[in-house]
């Protein structure tokens, strides 16, 4: 089936710091979507995004639709506690409305 | 937050029995989807709902089937639980705006654990 590599699997850093994960394919994506999920719940949209190309902030974070189509990535800046989680990207397809899902980047706050 | 719930939250049940996880959403929404997350697997999708009686296989069917009467009720049975059927499962729901999916809103997860 279709597959998304999401990178890193996980990061340990510093409260302050800037923080960078990405998506790649090899297929072509109409949509790009982050999400993050807290321990114990659902996943939660943070940007959506519907061209290639696009810049997208949420607050702290940023998003960017990459030109090929076929990745994303994401940023948050100044990284606070409240950040720690998992953060997933998904994908739509052309051919149908499903998402392709990555495995996730958990993001550690290091104390 | 989108109006999903998930019921039971919590289940420990035996292999060879079945289980069914129930999705209720207050949003009207038409298309509905059930997925599975394990650790190192992200989600992945068991079926989901277009419509009313309207349902299709998503990439881990097997074991799995639904069934939705109501627009505002989607449910997953497993005939025949198994122990690599522990897992959380999510219930999600989105509208469709021509070509480009709307956002998936998430319940808050069912965690199953068949012993």
């Known amino acids: 089936g279709q597959q998304l590599n999401q990178s890193p699997q996980s990061m340990f850093i510093q409260e302050g710091e800037d923080v960078s994960m990405n998506c790649t394919s090899s297929s072509i994506f109409n949509t790009w979507l982050w999400y993050k999920q807290d321990p114990g719940e659902g996943p939660v949209l943070l940007i959506a995004l519907y061209k290639a190309g696009e810049l997208t902030s949420n607050g702290r974070l940023t998003a960017q639709f990459g030109i090929t189509r076929k990745d994303s990535f994401l940023n948050i800046s100044a990284s606070i506690p409240s950040d720690v989680g998992i953060y997933f990207c998904a994908g739509q397809l052309n051919s149908n409305y499903q998402l392709i899902w990555g495995a996730g980047t958990k993001l550690i706050i290091k104390p | 937050d989108a109006g999903i719930t998930q019921s039971p939250r919590h289940k420990v049940t035996e292999t060879g029995t079945p289980v069914t996880l129930r999705c209720h959403q207050t949003e009207n929404h038409r298309y509905m989807y059930w997925y599975r997350q394990d650790p190192g697997h992200g989600l992945r999708l068991i079926h989901y709902?277009?419509?009313?009686?309207?349902?299709d296989k998503g990439e881990v069917s097997d074991g799995y089937s639904v069934s939705r009467s109501k627009t505002e009720d989607f449910l997953l049975t497993l005939e025949s639980a198994t122990s690599s059927q522990t897992s959380v499962y999510f219930c999600a729901i989105s509208q469709t705006s021509g070509r480009v999916q709307e956002t998936q809103y998430f319940g808050p997860g069912t965690r199953l654990l068949v012993l």
């Open positions: 709902s277009y419509g009313v009686k309207d349902t």
